[in-house]
């Protein structure tokens, strides 16, 4: 039998504590290994055996197609006009040829006296192949205003058909029926009736508006 009286008790007491040290150590080496993520990685920075860095090169990326340039089709039609507009030279001065027009006393273009003077003689038609160039009225109509009835309007056929045909009013803007659309400035303004093209490509408003009210001359 051991002699426990003969034993060193506190050299004994170390050499426990340090096996002891040891074995819990192993143990915890041993958790760590086995952990899920590696508790390694986590104790001392290194990646997980799925995140470590491989030494193969990375995959080559498909390469870009290169897109092909747009190619611009250009019609015979076009050249044709472009060649056209070279041949003609520069453009009209048109702000010295509007000085040369006749005004009205609001300083505007009198259109109907620059046609009456041949100041301006346009075409009656845009395209050379049309022959056409349809019927067309001199008669006036008188238009009662029940707002303002000293001033009358007129409405000159002759003035409007020396731009225009009949087709281009009747009958989708105005109805050949007497009677057939109350015409307002407020409608006019919204661009209905007159307003389609007054206030837009001829006369303007509100210094226009002679043009069609003609003040009644008293008896």
Same mark, same amino acid.
């Given at each position: ?26 143990? #915890?080496?041993?958790? /760590?290994? +086995?952990? %899920?993520?590696?508790?390694? $990685?986590?104790?001392? =920075?290194?990646?997980?055996? *799925? !995140? ?62 620059? #046609?009456?003077?041949? /100041?301006? +003689?346009? %075409?009656?038609?845009?395209? $050379?192949?049309?022959? =056409?160039?349809?019927?067309? *009225? !001199? ?81």
């Amino acid at each position: 039998m051991v002699d426990l009286m003969a034993l060193n008790v506190p050299r004994f007491r170390q050499h426990l504590g340090r096996m002891l040290a040891l074995a819990l150590v192993l143990v #915890l080496v041993l958790a /760590a290994c +086995s952990a %899920s993520p590696p508790m390694m $990685a986590m104790l001392f =920075d290194m990646p997980p055996p *799925s !995140e470590q860095v491989s030494n193969e090169p990375p995959p080559r990326q498909p390469r870009r197609t290169v897109p092909k340039p747009q190619v611009l089709i250009i019609s015979a039609e076009y050249v044709a006009m472009v060649e056209g507009l070279l041949k003609t030279g520069a453009p009209p001065n048109w702000p010295d040829i509007f000085k040369k027009l006749p005004k009205d006393d609001d300083d505007n273009i009198d259109w109907s006296a620059a #046609l009456a003077s041949k /100041a301006i +003689s346009p %075409s009656g038609i845009i395209n $050379a192949s049309d022959t =056409d160039e349809g019927k067309t *009225s !001199e008669d006036d109509i008188e238009l009662s205003t029940s707002g303002k009835p000293a001033r009358m309007v007129i409405f000159s056929h002759k003035v409007h058909t020396q731009w225009l045909t009949c087709t281009n009013c009747h009958n989708a803007i105005f109805k050949r029926e007497a009677g057939a659309a109350t015409i307002t400035m407020e409608a006019i303004d919204e661009g209905k009736y007159c307003g389609v093209c007054h206030d837009k490509v001829a006369l303007a408003q509100p210094s226009g508006c002679k043009g069609c009210h003609k003040p009644i001359k008293k008896s």
